[in-house]
């Protein structure tokens, strides 16, 4: 039985209730068929640059439209897929399906970039290199325009191995972004190894920024940190006008969140963009 969780989505599983064999089962079941039902979406959450106020990038972030339980967020399938080997499949969707729609967004709005979330089961992978520049060629999408989004978690248990990866990256063009910065046991001092573009500061820092002098110090230490490394730091779910003049005094470059946008569908995201070039320039932000 779902029940709600409070933000109109469901949640699979009863507190307390643990994965074992038979749920799991039944869950690889129920995404396999998912899978097949078409079931899964990308929406797509628009990031502002702080100083020329366009849109920079949109992170793509999926959603599972279950036939009878509604909208289930990818925290609740995400590490069941990562279980069962199928975060391998769906990976490969959410690439394509975001390429694709980055080709055609582009006719339109070339300057935006597509940021894409990857698990780190699908990252270590051995051909996950070669599938990605295989969709990238049948695409044909400019990888100019694609950002990667890893987690520490992702990178530090073989960093060398990581570092050739994210090298190779680089070759090809892609930008690398380190989501969730500072949840991690992250020492700024590894990332000069790692050929880093961005890191996305948590959105646990930024929720009490304007409160607590604690996180604000954390933030000023991680942008000014990032800078010194030439790297460039979007600060993530950012709610209030507050938050983002703290951030724009911070010099932080790019904001992600409600205060600027939902993560949209592919068609509202067109809205969005045709919007926010007619009226940005009036607005405060
Ligand atoms: P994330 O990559 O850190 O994504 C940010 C999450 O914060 C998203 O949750 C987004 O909807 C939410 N968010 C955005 N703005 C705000 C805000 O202003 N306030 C608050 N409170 N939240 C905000 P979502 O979509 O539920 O995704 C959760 C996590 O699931 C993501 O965290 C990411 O780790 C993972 N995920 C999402 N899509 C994908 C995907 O396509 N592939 C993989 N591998 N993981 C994904
Ligand atoms: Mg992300
Ligand atoms: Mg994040
Ligand atoms: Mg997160």
Redesign the pocket.
Known sequence: QAKTNGRNQFVLYHDGMNNNGRHLFQLETALRKAFDLGEFA??Y?PQVDMKTKQIRAV?????WNHHEKGVI???QF?PLAEESGL?TP??DW?IMQ?CEDLKQLQWQFPYVKMS????PI?FQQIDFLEKLQKTIESVNVNPRSLEL?L?ESAIMPHADQSVGRLTTLKTMGISIAI??FGTGFSSLSYLHRFPIDVL?I??SFI?QLSQYQEDLAIVKAIIMMAHSLQIQVVA????TEKQYQILEEQRCDFV????VS??LTIGELYEFLDMWNHFRADQCI
């Open positions: 990308l929406y959450q992170e793509a972030l999926i959603r967020s990818p925290g995400i975060i769906i990976s959410i975001a894409i979330n990857i698990s699908y989004e987690t989501d969730d996305k948590d959105q929720k993530e779910g950012v709610e992600q969140g409600y205060y939902n993560p």
